[in-house]
């Protein structure tokens, strides 16, 4: 794995030389754009909506829309001098417990490697934060942006997770979402645990996969072997009943549960 980042983690006056790499990957399949006829590859260019020219990169500048319609235009500098100092240090300013950290802040993981010199140190992070049930809120920058993190153990590593600011979460507020003022029955509610009830297991990742890769996998192998000719159409599934939400919620209950017993 290539090394996204390079620095150090300050847990009070202790630095610890640590590397960061990605702590997840795709595996979605790449789908190039073509010409049907040829099979040529389309590329995309910069063109002025204006006249229709393409614009070479030199001319491209940045701008912010005013309610004018005018722009302020920003070059490479003035954007640079807005963004925050480049450095190289995760710096622990807090620790909190993990379960106060609603899910919808996790963001992204990072896996967190030390440098040959700090394996004690980072041992040492690792193991108190265990002991102390706690994760390390901090704040780092990288791809010159400033992100919110937490430090976890996980087995023998730490993990960063970035997570979301406050800002940038959208309020529920502004959908429109049934108040106290929705009447649901005791025998309703009952029916609706029973259905959680009936379908709890224990979470386990490994059991959970990306059917539709393989799908289009299996897609793409027949079509390989048919050599470009047109598959024969798949057999249509029959429909299921469709309900709808105004339909009586008790037969709907009544029925997810025979479909869970079957």
């Known amino acids: 794995m ?13 630095s610890i030389p640590v590397k960061l ?5 795709t595996h979605r ?17 910069r063109i002025c909506k204006k006249d229709g020219k ?7 500048a940045k701008g912010y829309k005013k309610e004018n319609g005018d722009y302020v235009i920003l070059d490479k500098e003035e954007i640079a001098r ?31 490697e030390p440098d040959k010199i700090a394996q004690k140190t980072y041992a040492l992070l690792r ?18 942006s400033e992100h919110l993190g937490i430090l976890t153990p996980q087995d023998d590593a730490i993990v960063l997770v970035q997570i979301r600011f406050e800002q940038d979460l959208r309020d529920p507020d502004e959908l429109k979402l049934p108040g106290k003022n929705i009447s649901i029955s005791k025998k309703e509610l009952d029916m609706a645990m029973t259905i959680i009830d009936q379908l709890t297991d224990k979470f386990e990742p490994e059991k959970y996969k990306d059917t539709y890769k393989e799908e289009l996998l299996k897609l793409i192998k027949k079509k390989a072997a048919a050599k470009g000719k047109k598959l024969p159409a798949a057999k249509d599934e029959p429909k299921k009943k469709e309900r709808h939400p ?10 997810s549960l025979e479909a869970i017993k079957n």
């Open 82 to 112: 807005a963004m925050p100092e480049k450095t190289q240090t995760i710096d622990i300013f807090e620790f909190v417990k993990e379960d106060e950290i609603p899910s919808k802040y996790l963001e992204k993981p990072y896996l967190v």
């Open 2 to 14: 290539k090394a996204l980042w390079k620095g150090g983690i300050n847990f009070g006056l202790v």
């Open 29 to 45: 399949i790449e789908l190039d754009m073509i010409r049907k006829k040829d099979h040529c590859r389309i590329e995309y260019v």
């Open 54 to 60: 393409e614009v070479p990169w030199d001319d491209i």
């Open 246 to 255: 105004a339909d009586d919620l008790l037969d709907q209950l009544r029925a």
């Open 21 to 25: 790499y990605s702590g997840s990957q």
């Open 127 to 144: 193991d108190a934060l265990k002991k102390s049930g706690k994760v390390g809120l901090c704040k780092f920058v990288i791809r010159s």
